[in-house]
């Protein structure tokens, strides 16, 4: 490490260099990388619904459809609107009553089912849309842009892909402020922190870098969620900062051993050489628990959880490497305007909370306990959401149509069930008349209606026909009445898988609401499984990094008692959580923040080496690491606020806001009650942890302390 050390010092700006031309490509990878605005497609691909899924879009054609309410305008002028968007580059097929009768006979003429599906009592109409590319390509996108260009007044878009198209547009426009936003807070609590103007800045330039390496290397990952997107150079500032911060009081430190006099320039060259080496081997041990806790995301079923666990670790990684590498070379580069330009700093070391803490070590545990346990309790009772859309702008195109398809047609969700080709027609009929009669199904249409059980199928448009019948499948659309996620639509969906596998076995049910089903019953199980493994992890490298059994059940322990605080407050609230936050929050506060009670527990362990009693470890460990707690800790709650506060999306803010008040709570915990657990059990640790400096004798008393 002392070699790169050293090139890195007296090479900085060939590192620099370097540095820079590596943003070339990591730009062209950001630009390349495809984003997936569609969650529902992260669900397991063995589930029904997710096979469903493959059929509609790879026979079908209809994964990827949007639906048109047309209000008030004549015949004439719906079949010029119709042409125009079948003219729209990434559009298949359009589809009204025109492809299935003549505009000059009657609709009355239609079946029954037919004309309720296409239009209201109103005389509202609706056209369906199918697409080439899937519901979140960008051909798709692009095509649903031209259609809202087409539409005429009292027109209205809706569907998974028009609300999907919005989504994207959305996040496009939100994105650059939230970097803004996360930088500007930053910068604030930094300036508040270091004596330095200059630094803060020098922080940010230095943290380009990593960001802009981690989104160009997305490209090796096939694609991201925008979720990721969104999150991923917030999460990233806010948690690799305290590196930056580790290494610049290190550099300062090894000044101050150097001697109280002007340095030479080979000096000081010395000492960001020591520097680098000792914050590469601190820093490296405490972001593997950071890694771990991201990685932890990858056990779920859902694979939202690896896409932002592996883009997170990844770019942990690369903030550590460019800590020892770009950050050193930047600093030494504008060391003179870094000492030129200095102010005092009102983020001071907490020397009356520590003495505050060791001295009322036993009432804070015991009021700490008691705060706790209904929290702990709460967090498990939390409502939970799991129609994302419910979480964006409800003024956004696609919502807004989609709304009035639930009002002018009642499809508040429409179910596609697929059956084998070789169902008879009459099975088919009979399996059709089954389903309607299931509570909430207001509505079941299939190529039998058509048919009438006697018309001769080459009697039938071919256009009409590839619609319901392709791939060897036949499919039937039911619309219900119940909403996405609800106990009611859940249960009718047991009904009717219940009724369709009784006429094929091998058949599926897709759509919104199926894959919303199935959604929630993945997300329970991943819960479990991120929290065990994320906890699992974090506490085997802190075990192996201390040699101890009891210092990761405690430091574990008090980071997660700040978690159950932090997810336990929206019960007492009222607030409905997105699923993806009760599954992925607790993660990234264990991972982000548990470094504090590392960096803690490492200085209560120096100072008993250098002869202190445990209360005196416990005093000077607190106001020492305080300062740096504070910066990093403030520094993450504010990027991860500052987005909560502006972001329009519901599901990017709930994110945010748990997780910068999670930062604000664990930072409490760490300062306060970590200490005291560390006063009172600190006979437990020196029994059961290898090579711990034995317990001094507190000179009053000669009882240990």
Sequence with gaps: ?????????????????????????????????????????????????????????????????????????????????????????????????????????????????????????TGATMLLVQFEGTSASAETMQAIGEIKSILRKDCFI???????????????????????????????????????????????????????????????????????????????????????????????????????????????????????????????????????????????????????????????????????TVLPALLMQFRRPMERFSHRTLIPKLPRTARFVTRFY???????????????????????????????????????????????????????????????????????????????????????????????????????????HAGGHRMILVNSSYKSGAEEQNAQLEKLNDIVKSYDPNSVISGEGAMTKDLIQVADVDFRNVNITSILAVFVIILISFCSLSIPVLLVGSIESAIFINMGIPYFTGIQLPFVASIVVGTIQLGATVDYAILTTTRFKEELQNGRTVKEAAHISVEQCSQSILTSGLTFFAATASVAAISQMELISSLCELISRGALISMLVIILILPALLIVFAPVIARTTRRWPKVQKAASTGKEV
């Design 362 to 468: 036993a009432p804070l545990l015991v009021v700490f306990l008691l705060v706790v346990t209904p929290f702990a309790l709460a967090q498990s009772k939390v409502d939970v959401y799991y129609t994302l859309f419910d979480s964006l702008p409800q003024t956004m195109d696609g919502i807004v149509g989609t709304n009035r398809l639930k009002e002018d047609f009642n499809m508040t969700t429409t179910h596609f069930v697929i059956v084998d080709e070789n169902l008879t027609n009459r099975q088919l009929t009979e399996l059709s008349n089954k389903m309607a009669a299931v509570d909430g199904v207001n509505q079941v249409l299939s190529y039998e209606k058509f048919l009438g059980g006697a018309i001769p199928e080459s009697m039938v448009p071919a256009d009409l026909r590839d619609i319901f």
């Design 158 to 324: 809706g569907g998974m892909s028009a609300i999907l198209a919005d989504t994207k547009s959305l996040i496009d426009q939100e994105i650059p402020l939230y970097v803004l936003c996360a930088v500007g807070c930053s910068l604030v609590v930094l300036f508040l922190s270091l004596k330095s103007t200059v630094v803060p800045f020098i922080f940010m330039l230095g943290l380009l870098f990593p960001i802009a390496y981690n989104f160009g290397t997305n490209i090796f990952l096939g694609s991201i969620s925008y979720i990721t997107e969104a999150l991923a150079t917030v999460l990233q500032l806010g948690v690799t900062m305290d590196f930056s911060i580790f290494l610049l009081h290190r550099f300062e430190e090894e000044q101050q051993n150097m001697g109280s006099g002007e340095l030479s320039a080979r000096q000081v060259e010395e000492c960001m050489t020591r520097a680098i080496c000792n914050t590469a081997s601190s820093i490296s041990a405490s972001s593997l628990t950071t890694i771990a806790g991201f990685l932890a995301m990858c056990t779920m079923s859902l694979t939202l959880g690896a896409d932002i666990g592996v883009v997170m670790a990844k770019g942990v990684a690369l903030g550590v490497v460019c800590t020892v």
């Design 1 to 121: 490490m002392e070699h790169l050390a050293r090139f890195v010092v007296r090479r900085r700006r060939l590192v620099l260099l370097i540095a820079v031309l590596l943003l070339i490509p990591s730009l062209l990878g950001a630009v390349a990388t495809y984003i997936n605005y569609d969650i529902l497609t992260y669900l397991p691909a063995e589930l029904d619904s997710m096979i469903g899924e493959g059929y509609l879009e790879d026979d079908f054609h209809m994964a990827s459809t949007a639906m048109i309410t047309v209000e008030n305008m004549p015949t004439v002028e719906t079949l010029k609107m119709k042409d125009e968007l079948a003219a729209v580059p990434g559009v298949r097929k359009v589809v009204w009553t025109s492809d299935m009768l003549s505009v000059e006979v009657p609709s009355k003429m239609l079946p029954q089912d037919v004309q309720d599906f296409f239009y209201n009592k």
